[in-house]
Protein backbone atom coordinates (compact mmCIF):
# COMPACT_ATOMS: atom_id res chain seq x y z
CA UNK A 1 0.00 0.00 0.00
CA UNK A 2 1.68 3.36 -0.62
CA UNK A 3 1.84 6.19 1.31
CA UNK A 4 0.11 9.45 -0.07
CA UNK A 5 2.47 12.73 -0.22
CA UNK A 6 1.80 15.27 2.00
CA UNK A 7 0.25 17.75 0.51
CA UNK A 8 2.30 20.64 1.84
CA UNK A 9 5.40 19.37 0.09
CA UNK A 10 8.36 20.77 1.28
CA UNK A 11 8.08 23.68 3.46
CA UNK A 12 11.72 23.88 3.27
CA UNK A 13 11.43 25.24 -0.41
CA UNK A 14 8.38 27.39 0.65
CA UNK A 15 10.38 29.40 3.32
CA UNK A 16 13.36 29.92 1.13
CA UNK A 17 11.41 31.53 -1.38
CA UNK A 18 9.26 33.33 1.25
CA UNK A 19 13.03 34.24 2.00
CA UNK A 20 14.45 35.49 -1.15
CA UNK A 21 11.60 37.11 -2.95
CA UNK A 22 11.39 39.95 -1.05
CA UNK A 23 15.55 39.80 -1.52
CA UNK A 24 14.86 39.53 -5.08
CA UNK A 25 12.25 42.51 -5.06
CA UNK A 26 14.28 44.46 -3.58
CA UNK A 27 17.30 44.35 -5.47
CA UNK A 28 15.64 44.67 -8.52
CA UNK A 29 13.31 48.22 -7.74
CA UNK A 30 16.83 49.24 -6.60
CA UNK A 31 18.70 48.47 -9.86
CA UNK A 32 15.15 49.97 -11.88
CA UNK A 33 14.65 53.05 -9.74
CA UNK A 34 18.28 53.52 -9.34
CA UNK A 35 19.83 53.23 -12.58
CA UNK A 36 22.21 50.48 -11.66
CA UNK A 37 23.45 46.78 -11.47
CA UNK A 38 22.72 45.30 -8.63
CA UNK A 39 22.84 41.30 -8.23
CA UNK A 40 19.16 40.05 -7.45
CA UNK A 41 20.27 37.55 -4.33
CA UNK A 42 22.69 40.46 -2.89
CA UNK A 43 22.70 40.29 1.12
CA UNK A 44 25.05 43.83 2.04
CA UNK A 45 23.56 46.92 2.79
CA UNK A 46 19.60 45.40 2.58
CA UNK A 47 18.68 48.86 5.45
CA UNK A 48 20.18 51.35 2.96
CA UNK A 49 18.84 50.14 0.26
CA UNK A 50 15.51 49.90 1.92
CA UNK A 51 15.98 53.43 3.14
CA UNK A 52 17.49 54.97 0.00
CA UNK A 53 13.92 53.38 -1.78
CA UNK A 54 12.04 54.80 0.35
CA UNK A 55 13.53 58.40 0.42
CA UNK A 56 12.84 57.83 -3.34
CA UNK A 57 8.99 57.30 -3.02
CA UNK A 58 8.46 60.28 -0.71
CA UNK A 59 10.69 62.29 -3.21
CA UNK A 60 9.36 61.04 -6.68
CA UNK A 61 6.29 62.89 -6.68
CA UNK A 62 7.74 65.94 -6.41
CA UNK A 63 9.03 66.55 -9.77
CA UNK A 64 7.13 64.12 -11.87
CA UNK A 65 5.51 67.70 -13.44
CA UNK A 66 8.17 69.93 -13.18
CA UNK A 67 11.26 68.14 -13.57
CA UNK A 68 15.00 68.58 -12.01
CA UNK A 69 16.68 72.19 -12.85
CA UNK A 70 20.14 71.36 -15.39
CA UNK A 71 22.70 70.18 -12.75
CA UNK A 72 25.40 71.96 -14.20
CA UNK A 73 25.09 75.75 -13.44
CA UNK A 74 23.94 74.42 -9.97
CA UNK A 75 27.29 72.60 -9.97
CA UNK A 76 29.58 76.10 -10.45
CA UNK A 77 26.87 78.04 -8.22
CA UNK A 78 27.50 74.97 -5.53
CA UNK A 79 31.42 75.35 -6.23
CA UNK A 80 31.32 78.94 -5.60
CA UNK A 81 29.49 79.04 -2.76
CA UNK A 82 31.79 76.53 -0.63
CA UNK A 83 34.68 77.90 -1.91
CA UNK A 84 35.89 74.38 -4.13
CA UNK A 85 38.16 74.04 -6.41
CA UNK A 86 36.27 75.05 -9.58
CA UNK A 87 35.64 71.85 -11.93
CA UNK A 88 36.22 69.58 -8.43
CA UNK A 89 32.34 68.95 -7.42
CA UNK A 90 31.53 68.35 -11.07
CA UNK A 91 33.94 65.47 -11.56
CA UNK A 92 32.93 63.95 -8.31
CA UNK A 93 29.17 64.24 -9.42
CA UNK A 94 30.08 62.75 -13.03
CA UNK A 95 31.75 59.94 -11.18
CA UNK A 96 29.58 58.98 -8.60
CA UNK A 97 26.00 59.27 -10.64
CA UNK A 98 26.76 60.25 -13.79
CA UNK A 99 24.87 63.78 -13.15
CA UNK A 100 21.82 61.53 -12.29
CA UNK A 101 19.36 63.15 -9.46
CA UNK A 102 17.56 59.73 -8.65
CA UNK A 103 20.74 58.15 -8.98
CA UNK A 104 20.81 54.87 -6.35
CA UNK A 105 23.83 52.80 -5.48
CA UNK A 106 24.19 48.43 -4.68
CA UNK A 107 25.16 50.16 -1.24
CA UNK A 108 22.13 52.13 -0.91
CA UNK A 109 24.21 55.73 -1.79
CA UNK A 110 21.33 58.63 -2.81
CA UNK A 111 21.23 61.20 -5.34
CA UNK A 112 24.00 63.11 -7.28
CA UNK A 113 26.54 62.88 -5.22
CA UNK A 114 25.67 59.57 -3.71
CA UNK A 115 24.92 60.17 0.15
CA UNK A 116 24.76 57.43 1.93
CA UNK A 117 21.91 57.67 4.52
CA UNK A 118 23.61 58.01 7.35
CA UNK A 119 26.13 60.85 5.66
CA UNK A 120 23.32 62.60 4.27
CA UNK A 121 21.23 62.30 7.76
CA UNK A 122 24.32 64.17 9.32
CA UNK A 123 24.52 66.67 7.06
CA UNK A 124 20.82 67.27 7.75
CA UNK A 125 19.52 66.26 3.56
CA UNK A 126 16.32 65.97 4.01
CA UNK A 127 15.67 64.76 0.56
CA UNK A 128 19.06 62.92 -1.11
CA UNK A 129 17.13 63.09 -4.49
CA UNK A 130 16.61 66.91 -5.16
CA UNK A 131 19.65 68.09 -6.80
CA UNK A 132 19.76 71.48 -4.71
CA UNK A 133 20.06 70.65 -1.17
CA UNK A 134 21.99 67.10 -1.98
CA UNK A 135 24.63 68.73 -3.66
CA UNK A 136 24.72 71.47 -1.12
CA UNK A 137 25.25 68.55 1.45
CA UNK A 138 27.93 67.15 -0.80
CA UNK A 139 29.98 70.60 -1.08
CA UNK A 140 29.98 71.05 2.29
CA UNK A 141 31.01 67.67 2.95
CA UNK A 142 33.81 67.73 0.31
CA UNK A 143 35.12 71.51 1.63
CA UNK A 144 34.86 69.68 5.23
CA UNK A 145 37.59 67.03 3.80
CA UNK A 146 39.59 69.35 2.11
CA UNK A 147 39.99 71.63 5.32
CA UNK A 148 40.88 68.27 7.02
CA UNK A 149 43.90 67.19 4.95
CA UNK A 150 44.95 71.33 4.27
CA UNK A 151 43.54 71.08 0.50
CA UNK A 152 45.17 68.18 -0.45
CA UNK A 153 42.99 67.05 -3.04
CA UNK A 154 43.52 63.65 -3.71
CA UNK A 155 42.97 62.83 -0.17
CA UNK A 156 40.03 65.21 0.37
CA UNK A 157 38.27 62.84 -2.75
CA UNK A 158 39.06 59.37 -0.75
CA UNK A 159 37.75 60.55 2.47
CA UNK A 160 34.73 61.37 0.89
CA UNK A 161 34.45 57.78 -0.65
CA UNK A 162 36.08 55.95 1.97
CA UNK A 163 35.47 58.51 5.27
CA UNK A 164 37.94 60.19 7.04
CA UNK A 165 38.15 57.47 9.49
CA UNK A 166 39.97 55.30 7.07
CA UNK A 167 42.60 57.92 5.31
CA UNK A 168 45.60 58.02 7.58
CA UNK A 169 47.67 60.23 5.28
CA UNK A 170 47.47 57.82 2.41
CA UNK A 171 44.74 56.81 0.43
CA UNK A 172 43.27 53.72 0.99
CA UNK A 173 43.71 50.68 -0.64
CA UNK A 174 40.51 48.62 -0.32
CA UNK A 175 39.61 47.37 -3.87
CA UNK A 176 37.41 50.73 -4.44
CA UNK A 177 38.65 54.10 -3.03
CA UNK A 178 42.02 53.91 -5.07
CA UNK A 179 40.19 53.39 -8.33
CA UNK A 180 37.09 55.96 -7.43
CA UNK A 181 40.17 58.75 -6.90
CA UNK A 182 42.27 57.66 -9.99
CA UNK A 183 38.50 58.45 -11.54
CA UNK A 184 37.73 61.62 -10.00
CA UNK A 185 41.06 63.02 -10.36
CA UNK A 186 41.21 62.06 -13.92
CA UNK A 187 37.72 63.60 -14.65
CA UNK A 188 38.92 66.63 -12.00
CA UNK A 189 41.79 67.60 -14.61
CA UNK A 190 39.76 67.16 -17.36
CA UNK A 191 36.89 69.59 -16.15
CA UNK A 192 39.17 72.50 -14.14
CA UNK A 193 39.54 75.40 -16.08
CA UNK A 194 43.37 76.47 -17.23
CA UNK A 195 45.25 78.52 -15.38
CA UNK A 196 45.64 81.89 -16.85
CA UNK A 197 49.12 82.67 -19.03
CA UNK A 198 51.74 84.12 -17.63
CA UNK A 199 53.58 87.22 -18.82
CA UNK A 200 56.75 86.31 -20.68
CA UNK A 201 59.45 87.49 -19.14
CA UNK A 202 60.27 91.41 -20.28
CA UNK A 203 63.15 91.53 -23.26
CA UNK A 204 66.08 93.49 -22.81
CA UNK A 205 64.42 96.10 -24.96
CA UNK A 206 61.86 96.42 -22.55
CA UNK A 207 64.13 96.44 -19.62
CA UNK A 208 66.21 99.66 -20.72
CA UNK A 209 62.63 101.20 -22.12
CA UNK A 210 61.40 100.71 -18.50
CA UNK A 211 64.76 102.23 -16.94
CA UNK A 212 64.14 105.72 -15.66
CA UNK A 213 65.89 108.41 -17.77
CA UNK A 214 68.39 110.50 -15.74
CA UNK A 215 66.92 113.91 -15.40
CA UNK A 216 69.02 116.56 -16.94
CA UNK A 217 70.50 119.24 -13.92
CA UNK A 218 69.31 122.46 -14.23
CA UNK A 219 71.02 125.26 -15.62
CA UNK A 220 72.81 127.54 -12.70
CA UNK A 221 71.15 131.44 -12.79
CA UNK A 222 74.10 132.60 -14.56
CA UNK A 223 73.64 130.18 -17.64
CA UNK A 224 70.28 130.94 -18.04
CA UNK A 225 68.82 133.36 -20.97
CA UNK A 226 67.65 136.75 -19.49
CA UNK A 227 63.98 137.56 -19.91
CA UNK A 228 64.30 140.66 -21.66
Given at each position: ???????????????????????????????????????????????????????????????????????????????????????????????????????????????????????????????????????????????????????????????????????????????????????????????????????PPPTSAAKRQG????TPPHPSPEARP???
Amino acid sequence: MRRKRSSGGFPWVRAGLCVLAPLVLLNLAVAFFGDTRVPLFSLSFLKEKAHALSAYARHRPSCVLDGHPELEPLIRDTERRHRLPPGLLRALVQVESNTQPHRISPAGAMGPGQLMPSTASLLRVEDPFDPAPALDGSARYLAEQLTRYRGNVTLAVAAYNAGPGNVNGRVPRNGETEFYVDKVLTAYARLRPPPPPRAPPPTSAAKRQGRAAPTPPHPSPEARPSAG
